[in-house]
């Protein structure tokens, strides 16, 4: 059998993991002087506490190499092979650190996704399918390379100040976007983010607006699963986001996800992405 394994940052729901039997690294969320492993120790609404009414500051630290070597340790000495998904090396330095551990282990595979969140979960969730199938590792392996460049993410945020005070965007920025009623587009495009579209208005309003601008006319969508990916979106949003995107394209399958801790501390409440493969 064949190990699938994941950055934390893949915000694939616990029913997808325990599917799949996808096991998860779990990157450190610094809140002061003390590390929380994400997922396990915090969770989003742990990082909004600390940061709206606490007043704290909290940022992300990558895995270490001595942590990802005591993982591929444990579990790729029960599988033919290990293959284990990166949060995109544009973002963090977990893939440089994941290779150079992995290099103690001839079965265990290390992919740069080039991406975030459920964009990376979607690698993640191909790479499970794969090898329920019975591909060798190095059929997998080629077949997510292969993928990589394909998905397309992207993701609105509500406010900008967790984004400012990661270091993302500047306090002007930030007060502008505000005072304006800006809900900027984030894109991943060659594995670094960048600002898409902006939108005016409220959240609900942009939303629309976006699912739109990345769904109309396009015949080169892959179908068969798109993610709705969100940090503490209420239902009724979730809801019109999903009608949104039926009404945009027929998607085989519709996987909500909340974002975790990691995204959490980037992004904030209220920011929502649609993640999917283009052919």
Same mark, same amino acid.
């Given at each position: 059998m064949i190990k699938i394994s994941a950055d934390s940052t893949c915000d694939l729901s616990p029913e997808i993991l325990k599917k799949f039997n996808i096991s998860i690294m779990p990157l450190n969320i610094i809140v002061g002087d003390q590390a929380f492993l994400d997922g396990k120790e @915090? *969770?989003?609404?742990? @990082?909004?506490?600390? =940061?709206?009414?606490?007043?704290? #500051? /909290?940022?992300? %630290? !990558?895995?270490?190499?001595?942590? +990802?070597?005591?993982?591929?340790?444990? *579990?790729?000495?029960?599988?033919?092979?290990? @293959?284990?998904?990166?949060?995109?090396?544009?973002?963090?330095? /977990? +893939?440089?650190? !994941?290779?150079? %551990? %992995?290099?103690?282990?001839?079965? =265990? +595979? =290390?992919?740069?996704?080039?991406? *975030?969140?459920? &964009? #990376?979960? $979607?690698?993640?969730y191909e790479a499970a399918l794969l090898a329920k199938q019975g591909l060798k590792p190095e059929e997998i392996f080629a077949k997510l390379q292969d993928l990589v460049p394909k998905i397309e993410t992207s993701f609105v945020i509500d406010r900008l100040d967790y984004l400012r005070k990661g270091g993302r965007c500047s306090a002007?920025? !930030?007060?502008? !976007?505000?005072?304006?009623?800006?809900?900027? /587009?984030?894109? =991943?495009?060659? &594995?670094?983010?960048?600002?898409?579209?902006?939108? $005016?208005? #409220?959240?609900?309003r942009a939303l629309k607006k976006y699912v739109e601008d990345r769904l109309s006319? $396009?015949?080169?969508?892959?179908? #068969?699963r798109i993610f709705i990916t969100h940090c503490q /979106?209420?239902?009724? @949003?979730?809801?019109?986001?999903?009608? %949104?995107?039926?009404e945009q394209a027929d998607f085989h399958e519709i996987i909500v996800t909340e974002a975790g801790a990691t995204v959490a501390t980037h992004c904030g409440p209220n920011s929502l992405g649609i993640l999917f493969r283009h052919l």
């Open positions: @915090i *969770l989003p609404a742990d @990082i909004f506490k600390y =940061v709206d009414i606490d007043g704290k #500051s /909290c940022k992300t %630290a !990558a895995i270490n190499v001595q942590d +990802y070597r005591t993982f591929f340790k444990k *579990l790729s000495s029960k599988y033919e092979a290990q @293959i284990h998904i990166c949060l995109g090396s544009g973002f963090s330095s /977990c +893939y440089q650190n !994941a290779v150079l %551990a %992995a290099q103690d282990f001839e079965n =265990v +595979y =290390v992919l740069d996704s080039d991406n *975030l969140s459920s &964009g #990376s979960g $979607r690698l993640v002007l920025a !930030a007060h502008g !976007a505000s005072l304006l009623k800006i809900k900027p /587009c984030i894109e =991943v495009v060659d &594995g670094k983010m960048t600002v898409g579209k902006k939108y $005016r208005g #409220s959240f609900e006319g $396009r015949k080169d969508i892959d179908n #068969s /979106c209420s239902p009724q @949003i979730i809801e019109m986001v999903k009608e %949104a995107v039926s």
